[in-house]
Structure formats: structure tokens, C-alpha cells
């Protein structure tokens, strides 16, 4: 059994900051991979940034620059640094990650977790 908690979302004024964390625990032999999804009311939910195994990441074209994936694999934690922060940032902001566990590769989803970027 694999669960996922996210934290560090909430309200910031535009040009703030914030950190995203996604916390993977249960019956765990290590995170394979790591995404983060966003999606606005009204939109379609749309990948944000990824990082693989070998550390490699890509980034969407909005968040180039800004926001910046990480990950501490002794933690099974992957984060998301989001920087310069827009209003067209606001959505509910999911992980996505792929773990080893009982032998077997398998992606988790966190709960989602509000991020408000508003004067």
C-alpha cells in the first residue's frame, strides 16, 4: 500500500514563492520518477514539470525559469520550488509519481492541493 501526502500550498501575492512537497510512505523500495500536474477551473489538467530516474527534467513552457522539480530519494519525496509566482498560476496542483513496490513499478496520485496566486 502506497500513500501520497502533498503540502505546502496555499495564498501568496504574484511574484511570491512557494514549495510543494510530495511525500510518498507504505510498502516503498524507492521513487522511480516524479511529476507534478496542475489544472484550473474551467481547464484541462496539464503536466507542469517531470523528473526522471537519472535526475533528467522538463519543464512547461509557462513555468520555464520559475518553477524548479526536485527530488531526495532518501526521503521518497519530490518537490516543486515555484518562484515568480502569476495569478494564471492559481489550480490544484497533483503529484504524480512512480514507484517501486512489491516488485513492481506503479503510479501514485496525491490529493491535489490548492495554490492561489492573488493580490
Known amino acids: 500500500q502506497v500513500q501520497l501526502v502533498e503540502s505546502g500550498g496555499g495564498l501568496v501575492q504574484p511574484g511570491g514563492s512557494l514549495r510543494l512537497s510530495c511525500a510518498a510512505s507504505?510498502?516503498?523500495?524507492?521513487?522511480?520518477?516524479g511529476c507534478w500536474y496542475r489544472q484550473a477551473p474551467g481547464k484541462q489538467r496539464e503536466l507542469v514539470a517531470a523528473?526522471?530516474?537519472?535526475?533528467?527534467?522538463n519543464y512547461a513552457d509557462s513555468v520555464k525559469g520559475r518553477f524548479t522539480i526536485s527530488r531526495d530519494n532518501a526521503k521518497n519525496t519530490v518537490y516543486l520550488q515555484m518562484n515568480s509566482l502569476k495569478p494564471e498560476d492559481t489550480a490544484v496542483y497533483y503529484c504524480?509519481?512512480?514507484?517501486?513496490?512489491?516488485?513492481?513499478?506503479?503510479?501514485?496520485w496525491g490529493q491535489g492541493i490548492q495554490v492561489t496566486v492573488s493580490s
Open positions: 504524480k509519481l512512480t514507484i517501486w513496490s512489491m516488485g513492481a513499478l506503479s503510479d501514485s
Open positions: 507504505g510498502s516503498i523500495f524507492g521513487v522511480n520518477a
Open positions: 523528473i526522471i530516474s537519472g535526475g533528467t527534467t
